[in-house]
């Protein structure tokens, strides 16, 4: 009797799981994923299912069914898959998930393809400090190295996440470096976590620095990514000039305007309680520029020791 009863109580727990599991598979939005993934090897313009980006309930089989196609043989859907990953892990608000995805991105830096390299890197940018959990860190650890392609991005992402050991490979990719790309970014990076002779490298090379478009367009947000309060000072002089060295986005617009404009929209994300109108991203929203940087410039002299946000790329 007793074996009898061990038999149904086993059968009933099967018959569970099953019933669990056929719901799982069910489920539209992995139904649409794994037809999606399918068909794009032959239409690769195919759009996204939505269901696909609006399941928070499924995230983790969603992950799960689009992970094979990280290593398919066509780089097409290879590319897709790191990007549904990409977009299924930023959209969670599941610690487990996001971090899950990271792991599943971090394997896009070893790609055979130089193109998903570079995406894999940026996508990893957008997401949290603490998404990153030991192994993932340790994997990052293993990509800094000479070979890795887009080196430059690995580098900043690595100073990003500030982990101990990074500063000695950065260091030495440094020394050995014969980009000036690589050795600006390995320089950016020690910044970031605080290199006392990195940071004296950028101050050094800002006292001969000629504000202009190129500046502000290529270095400044290079500047901004350090999180640097010294950094951050001599980005306020910009904020604080009256020169107008800088050409207007229109380009059938006449005359120059002050640099002072571009670089208030690129500090706003950066600083706490910053004094003007942004969006969630932190993206400024002031219609009347003139009026909001006498806002700004007023602002930062009575707030010399504002904070600045750094639990961000």
Known sequence: MVRIKNIIGLAAIGLLVGVATGQSIAQPSVQDLSGYLSAIRSNPTLPVPKSVLSDPQNESLLLTTVSPFLTDTLEQVRAKAFYLVSSIGQKSNATTVRQSAVGYILKGIQDKSTGINGVATEALTH??????????????????????HHLDQVVKLAGYLKEQGYAEKISLLLTAASSKKHKWACRLALARMGNAPAIQYLKDKLLTATVNDDFVYDVVPDLL??????VFKYIETIVQSDTYACEPADPDASGSLLCAYRVMEYLSPYISNFPLRTDDQGNLEET???????????????????????ETY
């Not at 990153?132 to 190295?145: D, H, I, K, Q």
């Not at 003139?290 to 904070?307: C, D, H, T, V």
Request: hydrophobic share 35%; net charge positive.
């Open 288 to 310: 009347d520029y003139k009026q909001a940087l006498q806002k700004l410039r007023k602002w930062l002299n009575e707030n010399k020791n504002y904070q600045i946000k750094d």
């Open 127 to 148: 997401f949290k400090i603490a998404d990153f959990n030991n192994t993932a860190r340790v994997s990052l650890g293993e990509a800094l190295v000479a070979s890795t």
């Open 225 to 230: 990514y350090t999180r640097n309060a010294e």
